[in-house]
């Protein structure tokens, strides 16, 4: 595996690979079994894969967030290695972002910008599309690997790639949450959880199941309302939100006509710890 961590090393790999497929996903580090599917499957349908860590300032809407970021660069180096993943390209802060933070770009990501995490994380999707726009103007990727677990950054890229201008434009490819055996969506700050609070974080997935489980037209209030007491008696000490949308549109559901493919979202904390999930319905 290569590692660079510039614009001009990935470019004088970049000009030896011409003709070759690449697949391109981004992380932030502190890898698990999540992102190395996403590595795994850009290996099956690309020649090349391009994995890259940053930590973008640009997307924490809160110092301290980012500041308890965990990062393990040496062992994500070896679970990349280990899965065969082409090259790694590691940038610093002021690669990505020369000239600071001031005159960046605003992108127009219409209603799905300020809803769900964009209601509690403002300008985070602002954040995710500087350093994904970023990105993919060096990297001429023809496939972009993304998670399903944060369905709405998904949603949010699909629309940033609508709006910028592109030499090649990348195929998104969403994939699957990958789980622990309890249920919990395997997460980069789940390492930030002692043993008693990851047998807590459990309970997001059960409160969503339950939803799932249970809704039917008429019901969606009182389905809401028990996951979200779920959460909070189970170790959760403060809910963001529960919420049922449209999985095409992410337009809340307050009436469901029996019909509409659902994605139905959490997000809630255990202590400064903030866990994001989501289940799609019917599957
Ligand atoms: P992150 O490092 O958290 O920014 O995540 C990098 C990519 O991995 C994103 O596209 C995430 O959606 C994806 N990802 C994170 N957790 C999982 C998971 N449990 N299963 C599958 N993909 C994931």
């Known amino acids: 595996m290569l590692i660079v961590s510039t614009i001009n090393a990935l470019n004088d790999i970049l000009i030896n690979l011409k003709g070759k497929s690449i697949g391109f996903v981004p992380t932030m580090g502190a890898l698990h079994e999540g992102h190395l599917s996403l590595i795994q499957k850009s290996n099956q349908k690309a020649d090349i894969t391009i994995c890259s860590i940053f930590v973008n300032p640009t997307q924490f809407n809160q110092q301290a967030d980012f500041d308890q970021y965990p990062k393990t660069v040496d062992n994500d180096i070896r679970l990349l290695k280990n899965n065969n993943c082409s090259i790694l390209f590691l940038p610093a802060i002021n690669e990505v972002y020369p000239n600071g933070y001031n005159s960046l770009n605003t992108y127009n990501l219409g209603f799905i910008e300020n809803l769900l995490e964009g209601k509690y994380r403002p300008r985070h999707f602002q954040g995710v599309c500087l350093v994904i726009e970023w990105f993919l103007?060096?990297?001429?990727?023809?496939?972009?690997?993304?998670?399903?677990?944060?369905?709405?950054?998904?949603?949010?890229?699909?629309?940033?790639?609508?709006?910028?201008?592109?030499?090649k434009k990348p195929s998104i490819e969403i994939m699957p949450t990958l789980r622990e055996q309890t249920g919990l969506a395997m997460s980069s700050r789940n390492s930030r959880l002692n043993h008693d609070e990851r047998i807590s974080a459990t309970f997001m997935y059960k409160a969503l199941f339950y939803i799932v489980e249970n809704l039917k037209p008429g019901n969606e209030?009182?389905?809401?309302?028990?996951?979200?007491?779920?959460?909070?008696s189970n170790g959760f000490d403060k809910v963001d939100y529960i919420t049922i949308a449209d999985a095409k549109t992410l337009e809340i559901v307050h009436i469901w006509d029996g019909e509409t493919h659902l994605v139905v979202l959490g997000a809630a904390f255990i202590n400064d710890v903030r866990l994001i999930d989501n289940l799609l319905f019917p599957k």
């Open 221 to 232: 209030v009182e389905c809401i309302e028990h996951a979200s007491q779920l959460l909070l």
């Open 137 to 167: 103007k060096i990297i001429p990727a023809d496939y972009l690997f993304l998670g399903q677990k944060d369905y709405q950054q998904c949603m949010v890229i699909k629309q940033l790639l609508n709006i910028i201008q592109l030499d």
